[in-house]
């Protein structure tokens, strides 16, 4: 009978499919606390201590805020040159410097920025992946919002009321160094919502996947179902050319 393809599975839920649960020490988001979103306000934090977060490409940085007589702890992606003891300012009225959350709106064209909303008061949304920022290309006053060029290229348009992170996330380099054994891969996929490892298709027989069998991969219907369409999909002729 042979068994569906791996892409047909993915939606299951099943347990190689789904990421471990209560896997992230804390929800890394900007706060929509009312003196952050405010005009004219903002407030101070210090940079506690920075932690590693299971499941993620980037560290996070703990930041101790005062709000009145009480004392929060925010967690937010690290940014590339933050260190411990440095002062962060959250708010509309914040400074333009590293680490800082800040409007979109008022940083200069050409800085490089994170954790960007897409929504004022979502948290972020862009660039919070290791090493990934994006580039504040122009601002259009009178329509009120900001064009920015995302780490995929893609030009979009965001409320320039929402908040953003001045600097590019950390982490940028993990990829470089090779993991050199099956050992190291497991323990990163293990705390991500990847099945690992993969068999190729090719390398599979023919009634597991379309590949399978060491024969030519054989083309597939447009109206195949999703999970089915892989390799030559719909071509508009086969063999060889006479």
């Not at 490892?197 to 999703?226: I, Q």
Request: proline share 7%; charged share 30%.
């Amino acid at each position: 009978m042979g068994k569906r393809t791996r892409a047909q599975r993915y939606g299951r839920g099943t347990g190689p499919y789904r990421a471990p649960p209560n896997i992230h020490i804390a929800e890394a988001k900007i706060p929509d606390w009312p003196e952050t979103t405010a005009e004219g306000q903002k407030i101070v934090g210090v940079v506690e201590d920075i932690v590693h977060d299971p499941g993620r490409s980037t560290p996070l940085a703990v930041i101790r805020i005062w709000r009145g007589e009480r004392v929060e702890r925010v967690y937010l992606p690290c940014v590339e040159g933050l260190y411990v003891g440095k002062k962060i300012q959250l708010g509309m009225d914040a400074e333009i410097d590293l680490g800082n959350i800040v409007p979109v709106g008022k940083v200069p064209e050409g800085f490089y920025v994170s954790n960007i909303e897409k929504i004022l008061g979502d948290g972020g949304r862009y660039a919070r992946s290791g090493g990934a920022y994006a580039v504040v290309r122009a601002h259009d006053r009178k329509k009120g919002v900001t064009e920015l060029i995302l780490p995929s290229k893609r030009t979009i348009s965001v409320d320039s009321r929402s908040r953003c992170q001045i600097g590019i996330i950390a982490g940028g380099g993990r990829e470089e160094l090779p993991l050199v054994k099956a050992g190291n891969a497991y323990y990163k996929w293990m705390n991500k919502t990847r099945k690992w490892p993969r068999t190729r298709g090719t390398a599979m027989n023919p009634v597991d996947h379309r590949h399978g069998g060491g024969r030519r991969r054989r083309p597939v219907k447009r109206t195949a179902p999703p999970g089915q369409k892989v390799g030559i999909i719909a071509p508009k002729r086969t063999g060889k050319r006479d």
